[in-house]
């Protein structure tokens, strides 16, 4: 009779430990997953999350766009009309079963570059917001993904909207401080974002599209080692190239009759900084009070 009553008190001890566990462990736990064909549940949530913070500026993706960039990474990777190879790269954090989090990313293995397109937090989500765990979680998997020895991607590049003195007062103030999202992403993992400071522009994706006129800060994240506090112009060049006439330029296929044209505008572009550029760039670092020495005079 001793023995069924201590094993009865042992079962509902260890049926109240394992339900404090899950309530205050598990349960709200964010945990990564990689979105594409082979989860259609959460490409569907990714969608609707987008389209909540993203989908009211004209600029961004459609959700067609988006939905394709979502299937369609491995037939990119390999696709023979394409002018350089792209890995794309969708990972979501999901607390209760649901997309909380996203972030896209651009892998170039030929670069061995990668740049993010978009990073997406559900404001409601009170656990994803909290010591910023979904961007860490996040950042994680992406630094994961991107330092393999399949990958072995140098640097991760990302680029915000800037201000200008046509910048509304309110909105001045979210753009200043959107960077914060990736410093401190960056940051937990031992990671150092940094700011090129150059005068950095946009340019058309498609010969289409009106030419853009908004400043654009461009951020850069090593993933192996650090950037110097100045940067030489040809190493500046390097990453320039990579951004206009890769990540840009992929835009049209080799086989569509506008893509050598349009390469040959972004090829302006990269020119035009070939000759304005300084002989040395400073960069600035994203940790709060740290900020880079002045660049040589020329």
């Not at 991607?153 to 201000?163: P, S, T, W």
């Amino acid at each position: 009779m001793l023995t069924v009553i201590v094993t009865s008190i042992a079962s509902v001890a260890g049926a109240v430990l394992a339900a404090f566990i899950w309530e205050t462990k598990l349960r709200d736990r964010i945990t990564l997953i990689r979105i594409g064909p082979d989860h259609p549940e959460a490409v569907e949530e990714l969608l609707e999350l987008y389209e909540h913070l993203f989908l009211k500026d004209p600029a961004n993706y459609s959700l067609e766009e988006l939905n394709e960039f979502l299937v369609s990474s491995k037939e990119h990777l390999a696709a023979p009309n394409r002018h350089v190879r792209v890995e794309n790269i969708a990972l979501g954090a999901r607390q209760n079963g649901r997309v909380v989090g996203f972030v896209l990313c651009h892998f170039y293995p030929d670069r061995r570059k990668a740049i993010v397109s978009y990073l997406g937090i559900d404001r409601s989500s009170l656990k994803a917001r909290r010591d910023c765990a979904a961007r860490r979680k996040l950042f994680a998997g992406l630094r994961r993904a991107l330092t393999s020895r399949r990958r072995d991607c140098q640097y991760l590049f990302y680029d915000l909207v800037g201000v200008d003195p046509s910048t509304p007062k309110v909105e001045r103030r979210e753009r200043q401080a959107r960077p914060t999202l990736f410093i401190q992403a960056a940051e937990a993992l031992g990671l150092i974002a940094t700011e090129i400071c150059l005068d950095y522009r946009p340019a058309r994706v498609s010969l289409d599209d009106d030419e853009p006129d908004y400043p654009l800060r461009l951020w850069c994240i090593p993933l192996k080692g650090s950037l110097p506090a100045v940067i030489p112009k040809a190493l500046v060049l390097e990453f320039l190239e990579f951004i206009y006439m890769d990540c840009y330029g992929d835009f049209y296929s080799t086989d569509d009759p506008r893509f050598a044209e349009h390469q040959q505008y972004l090829r302006q572009i990269v020119d035009h900084y070939a000759e304005a550029l300084p002989d040395f760039t400073a960069v600035k670092c994203g940790r709060p009070g740290r900020h880079s020495r002045r660049a040589p005079r020329q």
